[in-house]
């Protein structure tokens, strides 16, 4: 499915999406984000989405599978604060202790590990942006979301991986 079929066969689904949602999710925040992780997942999958019968029916069962997955997320999060575990090392710790040493030739593949570890809006806000050449206009219309809120998020995105691939190398000209 190419970005003009999806643009009017799926963006129309927002406000039962939406409805949908608000009835699952506590908050209208909440609702907003597992609407937009869902057409992320749909633009992701695009390419399939003409395999389905129905591309309502397949949205409204990955929103339904995005607030299982919001649910869980949360319940690690309660866990990981009732039992005291710190989930917040440095970036730069975090890279030392998860990357294998690479030789200077590897650092395209340095700058896809810090990319697939980028928080999920901002990965796939910079993956539609930089990747696949999408427009902000058309990245608004898949996620859902404000002109703002893309701009800051492929801000987000820019600012760690040129942050983390700063640390990476001035670590790999100490060694």
């Known amino acids: ?27 209208a925040d909440a609702a907003d984000d597992i609407v937009q992780e869902t057409f992320l997942q749909l633009w992701l999958r695009r390419d399939a989405l003409d395999d389905y ?10 929103l339904h599978n995005k607030y299982i997955d919001a649910l869980r997320r949360q319940k690690a999060e309660e866990k990981r604060v009732v039992y005291g575990l710190d989930d917040t090392l440095s970036p730069s710790i975090a ?24 928080p999920f809006m901002q990965r796939e806000v910079f993956r539609m942006k930089e990747m696949e050449g999408c427009t902000s206009a058309e990245i608004q219309q898949i996620t859902g979301c ?5 701009r800051q998020n492929l ?4 600012k760690k991986i040129r942050d983390d691939y700063l640390k990476l190398t001035e670590r790999r000209k100490k060694r």
């Open 155 to 158: 801000s987000r995105a820019r």
């Open 95 to 118: 890279l030392q202790n998860e990357i294998p040493n690479m030789e200077p030739a590897d650092e395209f593949h340095v700058i896809g590990w810090i990319v697939d570890h980028l």
């Open 146 to 150: 404000s002109a703002e809120a893309v």
């Open 53 to 62: 019968h129905s591309a309502e029916s397949f949205a409204r069962k990955v």
């Open 1 to 27: 499915m190419d970005k003009k079929t999806f643009i009017k066969t799926v963006v129309p689904l927002r406000g039962r999406l939406l409805d949908q949602a608000r009835r699952l999710a506590a908050t």
